[in-house]
């Protein structure tokens, strides 16, 4: 069974860091761009990063550039996404997803997602 699996999300505070993994079970990541979503209540699902098959290329949204980072380990076949300086607007379920192309800010392209996990930034 083909399955991404989330996982590192809680509860911070502001300033605060968290870092989220997203392992693939069934298969290997190797051939996927994969990317970072998340969606607040109320809030339509918003891409938050991606990383090429490669790993040599990364794209970020404007409002977390600087503060989060996306990377791959193939040899554990998993990707992670490091946010530091958290904010309260951060606050959302975040998801990854496998795409077998390049990157892409439309999730609707995406082949596989995760469950999500929550983060949550409040004092």
């Known amino acids: 069974q083909l399955q991404l699996v989330e996982s590192g999300g809680g509860l911070v505070q502001p300033g605060g860091s968290l870092r989220l993994s997203c392992a693939a079970s069934g298969f290997t990541l190797d051939y996927y761009a994969i990317g970072w979503f998340r969606q607040a209540p109320g809030k339509e699902r918003e891409g938050v990063s991606c990383?090429?098959?490669?790993?040599?290329?990364?794209n970020y949204a404007d409002s977390v550039k600087g503060r989060f980072t996306i990377s791959r380990d193939n040899a554990k076949n998993t990707v992670y996404l490091q946010m530091n300086s958290l904010k309260p607007e951060d606050t959302a379920v975040y998801y990854c997803?496998?795409?077998?192309?390049?990157?892409?800010?439309?999730?609707?392209?995406?082949?596989?997602w995760g469950q999500g996990t929550q983060v949550t930034v409040s004092s």
């Open positions: 990383i090429k098959i490669s790993g040599t290329s990364t």
């Open positions: 997803a496998a795409r077998s192309g390049l990157c892409s800010g439309y999730g609707r392209r995406y082949d596989y």
